[in-house]
């Protein structure tokens, strides 16, 4: 008889659980519009607020990571300038809690004693480095 290999964790689309998602742990904050949304007349999405709200869905268990915050599209979005300054409310951000992991390389901004995100593609880079979800096609 041979032995099995050890069984890897899934996440709930097949794509193998990295070990380092745990809890608990720091929660970043994801400051992000909502799925839908009333502007200049018409429901609208975001295209970049899109992509993530797709790999949250692909990978539910990076929503145990974060604290999701959805701001209006208007401007100034109060919450996102609070924290990081006046002029600063691009959505989607992410502003990592400060004892959260950070990837070399990867262009985070400091401002007002937080590192933050505002990408879609570079929040996603974060997410696979940090958690091993798969990396954006392109990058």
């Known amino acids: 008889m041979t032995a099995q290999p050890p069984r890897r964790e899934l996440f709930r689309s097949g794509w193998p659980r990295n070990k380092r998602i745990r809890k608990p742990m720091p929660r970043d904050t994801l400051f992000i519009l909502p799925m839908s949304f009333v502007s200049e007349g018409q429901n609208q999405?975001?295209?970049?607020?899109?992509?993530?709200?797709?790999?949250?869905?692909?990978?539910?268990?990076?929503?145990?990571?974060?604290?999701?915050?959805h701001?209006?599209?208007?401007?100034?979005?109060?919450?996102i300038s609070a924290l990081l300054?006046?002029?600063?409310?691009?959505?989607?951000?992410?502003?990592?809690?400060?004892?959260s992991e950070r990837v070399r390389g990867l262009g985070y901004v400091e401002a007002n004693g937080h590192t933050y995100?505002?990408?879609?593609?570079?929040?996603?880079?974060?997410?696979?480095?940090?958690h091993g979800t798969p990396i954006p096609r392109g990058e």
């Open 117 to 130: 995100l505002a990408s879609a593609r570079l929040i996603a880079r974060h997410f696979a480095a940090i």
């Open 45 to 69: 999405f975001c295209p970049e607020c899109s992509e993530l709200w797709g790999l949250i869905g692909w990978f539910p268990d990076l929503k145990a990571t974060l604290e999701i915050v």
């Open 71 to 79: 701001v209006g599209i208007d401007h100034p979005r109060p919450a």
């Open 85 to 99: 300054g006046e002029g600063r409310h691009n959505a989607p951000t992410l502003v990592l809690h400060a004892s």
